[in-house]
Structure formats: C-alpha cells, structure tokens
C-alpha cells in the first residue's frame, strides 16, 4: 500500500450480495453497490424519487439542517427539465475561453505561490483556496467574495466535530439572503440577479427556489472539488513518474482525469426514496425508505473496470459514474472538470515533482465500510521545474 491508495472498502458486499443496509439516523438505507445496478436505480427516476423531503436524499440526512428543497437536485422531472434547460448553459460557461484563461490566471498564481514555500498543508494551504476562487468565476462574483468562502471551511454542512452543524449552515443561508437583497436593489451580472430575472414555465422564480439552486451551487462542489483535488496532488507526490507521464505525452490528460475521477470518486453516494414496493438485487426496497446509488463502489465494479484498483493513466473504456448518472447527472461537472484540466496543465508546466510528507486520513464510516475520502492533513513540498 501507498500512502495515496484509496483501497475498496465495497469488494466482498458488491460481488456477493449487491446491496448492503446501513442506517442513518435511524433512517436505514439500503446501499447498491454494482454499477449495472445503481445506472439502473438512478435511470428509473419514478421509482426512486430524488422529490422527498428535502435533505432526506443526501446520505447522512440533512433534514434537521435543512428546509430549502436544493434545485434541480431534489426534483423530479418533468420540472426538473425545466429548470436544467434555464440553468445547462449557465453551468456550461467552463466551455468559453474567457472562464479557462480566468481559471488559468488563479491556479497558476497559487502553484507559483506554494512552489515557493518549503511545505505546504495542502487541504488549507491550496485545495480550499482553489475551490473558493473557482467558484467566483462559477458565480461570476468579484474574486474577493473568495475570502468569506474560505472563512466557512471545506465543508457548508460540516464542521470538524459535527456532520450535520446547524449553526454553520444558517451562516451559508444568511449570506445567500443578503446577496439576494443586494441583487435585488443594484442588479449585476452574477448568479444572484440572472436568476432573479429569470423565468421557468413563463413564471419569475421564487425567492426559496433561488436559495434552492443557490444552496447546491455552494454545496454540492465543496468537499468534492477539494478532496478531488487533494487526492490528485497526493496521487503525483506519490507517483512522479505520472506526473512525468502527463507532461511528456498531454494526449493522455484528458483520460488521466476521467480516470483520477473513477478512481477517488469524491461522493461516495447519493439516495432516493423509493414511490413504490421494489426490488434491487433481490432484495426488497419498500415503499417510502431509502436506498443509495453507491457511486464510488460501482466505479470499481471488476466486471466492468479491468484492474478496477489501479490508476491507468490511459484507461480507454472509462464508463464511471462519479458525476452520477441520467437525469441528476451533476450540473457541476463542466465547471469541475475544467479546473481538474488547467491544475493538470499547469502543474505539468510549472512543478518538477512534489515531495509526501505526511498525511491525515479522512475515512468515513458507512456501517460496516471504512472508506477513505481523502484527507483532515496532507503535508507536501513542492518543488518547481
Ligand atoms: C447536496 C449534495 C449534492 C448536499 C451532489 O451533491 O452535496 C452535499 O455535499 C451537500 O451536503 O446538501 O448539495
């Protein structure tokens, strides 16, 4: 074992039974584990809704915390096209050129910064800054907005000593409420005034429903983008002959981070309720209780992945499901992946190798699975070309 693994925790449940009940809050959830499965759960929207009350479909629950029903991510279709179709090309800005170069400027100044350093705690020192920064461009905020992102730490939901931190959350409400409020007295081309002038089924959306997609745009990408992140500097400390690799062959690099993605999958798993008595591998799923779609265990199915334990740079059939799959494929996946391509991009250009000093294991505990996420701590020394 390398300090970077991120070993199967699901192996023996998936090949054996399939699906494996934990419980949640005394809210039980029955996890599915093989990936034929869980494309399967996840494309039958009507039987396992995401439309529940909402924070009941996030694993743990966050229906003490939370009031705000997240859009689109906790409604079902058809409205759920509806507001897809208003938010799709909002999301997609990652695509122009103009959002790269901005992206580009930010990471290459903090890789120039923590070249200079002689270690760095990677998760504090540069992954939360990234995430934080990145998201004023996903927001289209002043990039100084990034300092009171940073102040809330890496997770709006959690905090060190409790998953589920009320008081944490309502700091992130209080600040979406006074920027609707400024949105609303000087419109500017944010995020904040494009919702509030737009229109779903020919109807100006509500204040809740702003909040709503508002909520998930700092939610959903948090913790995912910085573990994400932290796991690939751990990743090329740990392997500098990968990141040689990458920048000798840059043909590869856009595989390398579909298959960095299979392999750390930042969110182990997202729920549904299920309308209906059903069955999953067998076992009976009734109505009104849980399941997941355990995406981090279908993304190391051995009959589908070869060698599904491995980070193969090239890896060419890469079907994963870290983004989720069908309709609640992740809105945040452009915006995402364009930040895994210019870090990629510019730590080939800017860093010779990176030395693992020391590390922290983040391992969170799902009933009797013991899965590592990422890190509380990771220590590293970069090292320019
Ligand atoms: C929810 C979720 C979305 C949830 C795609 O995931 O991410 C979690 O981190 C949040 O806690 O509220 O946004």
Known sequence: MKPSDHPDPFKQARTEQGVSEIDDQDDPVQMVLRLKDVRKCAHNWKTYSSEATPGRIVVPSEVNIRDTRQIPF???PPKHGAFRELLDPWFKRPLQDEYRDKLREQISALINEVNQRDSIEAIYGFSLLLQSHALTVLMNTP??????????????FRS?????DAGKAQQLYDYIDQKIDEAEASPSDDLFSTLLAAEVDGARLTREQIKGIIILTFAGGRDTVINMVTNTLAYLADHPESLQRLRDEPEIRTRAIEELIRYFSPLTHMGRVATE?????EHAVKADSRISLCWASANRDETVFENPNEVVLDRKLNPHVAFGFATHNCLGATHARTIMQVLIDELCQQVDHIDFLSADENIEQWGEFARKVGYHKL???FHSV
């Open 143 to 156: 990039e100084s907005e990034a300092e009171t992102f940073i102040s809330w730490g890496t997770h709006v």
């Open 74 to 76: 906790e409604v079902d």
């Open 277 to 281: 008595d059903a069955q999953v591998c």
């Open 160 to 164: 060190e000593d409790d998953p589920l």
């Open 379 to 381: 220590n590293l020394a």
